[in-house]
């Protein structure tokens, strides 16, 4: 099993930032991709940026590239999610994911676990 803790999530007001991380444990991190997907109100969950196990590949939603950074610490078991320029449609809850395979890869169906989620919330 594999456990994954997020934070770092909270209240912004457009145009700030926030840092997202999240904390696996449970196996070894380092062989694995992660992802982060987020999910608003009434909406399906979507991919937003994922990062291979050894960092090379990384791929972003259309919707937050160019203000959303990826990167992880092998070392610390952690992935994090930097997002500035923040919008009030970014407003959902942030869910990390670890992957079953070392690629990347923006599908859904690729990671077998999942954290419980944390909220961000972007003000206008």
């Known amino acids: 099993q594999v456990q994954l803790v997020e934070s770092g999530g909270g209240l912004a007001q457009a145009g700030g930032s926030l840092r997202l991380s999240c904390v696996a444990s449970?196996?070894?991190?380092?062989?694995?991709?992660m992802g982060w997907f987020r999910q608003a109100p009434g909406k399906d969950r979507e991919f937003v940026a994922a990062i291979s196990w050894n960092g090379v590949s990384i791929y972003y939603a259309a919707s937050v590239k160019g203000r959303f950074t990826i990167s992880r610490d092998n070392a610390k078991n952690t992935v994090y999610l930097q997002m500035n320029s923040l919008k009030p449609e970014d407003t959902a809850v942030y869910y990390c994911?670890?992957?079953?395979?070392?690629?990347?890869?923006?599908?859904?169906?690729?990671?077998?676990?999942w954290g419980q989620g944390t909220q961000v919330t972007v003000s206008s």
């Open positions: 449970g196996r070894t991190f380092s062989g694995y991709a």
């Open positions: 994911a670890a992957g079953s395979r070392p690629t990347a890869s923006p599908a859904y169906y690729t990671y077998s676990y």
